[in-house]
């Protein structure tokens, strides 16, 4: 088991690798902690954070269903941090390197600093309306298609590869903020390891490889949140003499046992993949949305428009400038144009009062240069709208 999980884990690692740097691909638009991070701007204003998209949510509600079922499979697969940790763990295994066991109760305490920085990640993030994980997030250093990295950064980079070296897991076990997220849903988990105490010959050896530092041999079941469905416990367990069949299982409701955990486990994370690519295609969320300081008026009518120019948040803003400028192709009716920010041709949506303004004074008004009072200068339009001719008949 442990051979394929370290495969799939090895995958996923080379994959978005090679999409980042190969293809400048926007991982971080599907990275499932990005939907918690955005949870307060997308209920309070209507928008997801910069950078988000619709992946993230989906990402995240699969991972989350994930979890209710298997605990954290997601930190044990997929998550390329804890593919990382496991390589680092495998590394000093190779260089006969014993790495430091930590006391339960220790390891107990320090696991509550997870939660610590969960509610330091939100409040910033939503006091900012940034992504403040980017200051501290190992996986965004790994994986960012932006040059904005931070030295704070790096600085908890170093030390999650070298603590990985020292210690197993200790990120996952101790500091992510996902993981804290996770463990809330991972304490209803249905499925569960349980230990046949009759037939146990108290070897103690599933405690030890178990990556999470779980002590599975003083358990009559692993109920623990932290468990990611490893089955290393599982896999160094010797088989019983008397019963023939190792005494720790895997079982649904403790019950149940799973058979073929290979292509359960193979199935799954195809369906993971699989669902969350064709969800994110079909469905899109707006990630920046502005609405102007106006009484709301009482006929309005959208316009939508397709945009080159809108690359971020602020290109995002910038364009509204265009729109709120206050010259000769003002326009008065508009009311809250949504988007989502990316290179090329994007969709925008505009809402505005008939009465007061019409399609050609917007259009005029995103393409049209205007006089920026602050700078002192005439600001060209950076915008192309699609099918628009600026230069005109
Ligand atoms: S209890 Fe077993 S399955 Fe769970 S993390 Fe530990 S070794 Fe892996
Ligand atoms: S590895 Fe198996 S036999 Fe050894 S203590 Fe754990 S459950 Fe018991």
């Known amino acids: 088991m442990k051979e394929l999980r370290h495969k799939i884990q090895f995958v996923f690692f080379v994959a978005i690798i090679a999409l980042v740097y190969g293809f400048k691909f926007n991982?971080?638009?599907?990275?499932?902690?990005?939907?918690?991070?955005t949870f307060y701007t997308f209920i309070a204003q209507g928008k997801m954070l910069c950078a988000l998209g619709s992946g993230n949510i989906f990402a995240f509600i699969l991972i989350i269903l994930l979890t209710i079922l298997f605990r954290r499979f997601f930190c044990g697969y997929i998550c390329p941090i804890g593919a990382v940790s496991e390589f680092?763990?495998?590394?000093?295994?190779?260089?006969?390197?014993?790495?430091?066991?930590?006391?339960?109760?220790t390891d107990r305490w320090l696991s509550v600093i997870k939660y610590l920085v969960l509610i330091l990640v939100l409040y910033l993030t939503a006091v900012t309306v940034n992504l403040f994980c980017r200051n501290i997030s190992p996986?965004?250093?790994?994986?960012?298609?932006?040059?904005?990295?931070?030295?704070?950064?790096?600085?908890?980079?170093?030390?999650v590869l070298v603590a990985s070296f020292l210690i197993s897991m200790p990120?996952?076990?101790?500091?992510?903020?996902?993981a804290a997220?996770?463990?809330?849903?991972s304490k209803l988990g249905l499925t569960w390891i349980t230990r046949d105490t009759t037939s146990c010959i108290n070897c103690g050896k599933c405690s030890v490889h178990c990556p999470m530092n779980i002590d599975v041999?003083?358990?009559?079941?692993v109920y623990s949140a932290n468990c990611?469905?490893?089955?290393?416990?599982?896999?160094?367990?010797?088989?019983?003499?008397?019963?023939?069949?190792?005494?720790?299982?895997?079982?649904?409701?403790?019950?149940?046992?799973i058979a073929n955990t290979k292509a359960v486990i193979v199935t799954i994370i195809l369906f993971c993949v699989i669902t969350t690519a064709a969800a994110s295609l079909l469905i899109d969320f707006p990630t920046?949305?502005?609405?102007?300081?106006?009484?709301?008026?009482?006929?309005?009518?959208?316009?939508?428009?397709?945009?080159?120019?809108?690359?971020?948040?602020?290109?995002?803003?910038?364009?509204?400038?265009?729109?709120?400028?206050?010259?000769?192709?003002?326009?008065?009716?508009?009311?809250?144009?949504?988007?989502?920010?990316?290179?090329?041709?994007?969709?925008?949506?505009l809402l505005y009062d008939p009465l007061k303004t019409d399609e050609q004074a917007i259009i005029e008004a995103i393409t049209e240069a205007y006089y920026d009072e602050a700078e002192q200068r005439w600001r060209p339009s950076p915008f192309e709208i699609k099918g628009v001719d600026l230069l005109g008949p």
Not at 27 to 37: D, I, N, T
Not at 232 to 248: A, F, H, M, R, Y
Not at 305 to 322: D, E, Q, R
């Open 27 to 37: 991982v971080e638009a599907y990275c499932p902690f990005g939907a918690v991070e």
């Open 88 to 105: 680092l763990r495998t590394f000093a295994d190779d260089f006969n390197f014993k790495q430091l066991r930590i006391p339960q109760k």
């Open 139 to 159: 996986c965004y250093l790994m994986a960012s298609i932006n040059n904005d990295i931070k030295f704070s950064t790096y600085v908890v980079g170093v030390i």
């Open 171 to 178: 990120f996952c076990r101790w500091f992510c903020p996902f």
């Open 181 to 185: 997220v996770q463990n809330i849903f």
């Open 217 to 221: 041999a003083s358990k009559k079941a």
């Open 228 to 257: 990611i469905s490893c089955f290393e416990c599982v896999d160094v367990c010797p088989v019983s003499k008397d019963t023939k069949q190792k005494p720790l299982k895997w079982k649904f409701l403790g019950r149940f046992n």
């Open 288 to 349: 920046f949305a502005y609405v102007r300081d106006i009484t709301k008026p009482d006929t309005l009518e959208k316009i939508e428009l397709k945009v080159k120019g809108i690359s971020c948040s602020g290109s995002a803003k910038l364009f509204t400038y265009f729109l709120d400028r206050k010259d000769i192709s003002e326009i008065e009716g508009y009311l809250k144009v949504t988007t989502r920010p990316r290179s090329g041709w994007i969709d925008v949506a």
